[in-house]
């Protein structure tokens, strides 16, 4: 069996970020904050004003990927999410019609890269055990870290708070 492609080459290999760049695609989740299991995906986080024509690119680019499917949600922006798997990986292409950097997908990512910025390896091994018992990572985040309720709006409260805040937090945890 030969090892699976990092992110990165697997990324290269699709040209997802190219094929893509009309919609500002950024990538997210646990593989670039190094909190990947074999089970995990490659996010794309795009920004789709149109859902139809973001539909429409990702149908061309991906369709012809293996286990290709595509669904928009309900709701107020009815975002567009496809998912398929090549080079390995699966990958999951978010599309919503507000910029990336509003996105709460990429809002928790950029919390959680700081966080494990200021929680080193002690934060890290913490969030991968909760991540290894079955804990998606803003769940494991919020239960190494004690939040209460909602751990994606835990994840959101943590945001705007400067760094030192998080690391007297994080000292508080015993990281």
Do not use: Y
């Amino acid at each position: 069996m030969s090892a699976r492609l990092s992110c990165a080459d697997a990324l290269a290999r699709t040209g997802l970020l190219d094929r893509l760049a009309a919609f500002d695609p950024h990538v997210a989740g646990t593989p670039p904050l190094g909190l990947d299991l074999p089970s995990s995906d490659i996010d794309l986080l795009c920004c789709a004003p149109d859902p139809v024509a973001f539909a429409r690119a990702v149908w061309d680019t991906c369709a012809g990927h293996r286990n290709f499917r595509m669904h928009q949600w309900t709701g107020a922006d009815r975002p567009v999410v496809a998912g398929f798997e090549a080079a390995g990986w699966c990958f999951e292409i978010f599309g919503q019609a507000r910029p990336v950097q509003l996105q709460h997908g990429w809002r928790h990512f950029l919390v959680e890269r700081r966080l494990l910025a200021l929680g080193g390896d002690g934060l890290r091994e913490a969030v991968m055990r909760q991540r290894h018992r079955g804990a998606k990572t803003e769940p494991a985040f919020a239960a190494v870290l004690a939040r209460r309720g909602d751990p994606f709006q835990a994840m959101l409260e943590l945001e705007g708070q400067p760094d030192a805040a998080l690391a007297a937090l994080l000292r508080h945890q015993g990281f």
